[in-house]
Nanobody, 121 residues
Framework: EVQLVESGGGLVQAGGSLRLSCAASGFTFDDYALSWFRQAPGKAREGVACILRRDGRTYYVDSVKGRFTISSDNAKNTVYLQMSSLEPEDTAVYYC??????????????WGQGTQVTVSS
């Protein structure tokens, strides 16, 4: 079955950088979207970034534009989130998702278990 495993979370100081990884497995589709979402305590899950497998197009929430970069290794079905200039507001559990409907975290998406990112001021 489809599995996604996030890694790379941790504790960093404001202004620092961190790279999250998500390895997806259990499928052979070649047209899908990989995305990162995050959820802070007491808040709803928020879409952060998305990349389309077919053409490499990327999407970002305004709050991370210029600071975060999403990329993928298509051969490994792995998606990365390079985070720089981290702010305390970025503190959250970060989840990756694969969506075979070419949506970003849509109704048919599969989700990973999440990795904690904590940014101290």
């Amino acid at each position: 079955e489809v599995q996604l495993v996030e890694s790379g979370g941790g504790l960093v100081q404001a202004g620092g950088s961190l790279r999250l990884s998500c390895a997806a497995s259990g499928f052979t589709f070649d047209d899908y979207a990989l995305s990162w979402f995050r959820q802070a305590p007491g808040k709803a899950r928020e879409g952060v970034a998305c990349i389309l497998r077919r053409d490499g197009r990327t999407y970002y929430v305004d709050s991370v534009k210029g600071r975060f970069t999403i990329s993928s290794d298509n051969a490994k079905n792995t998606v990365y989130l390079q985070m720089s200039s981290l702010e305390p507001e970025d503190t959250a559990v970060y989840y990756c998702a694969v969506d075979f409907g070419r949506l970003c975290g849509g109704p048919e998406a599969y989700w990973g278990q999440g990795t904690q990112v904590t940014v101290s001021s």
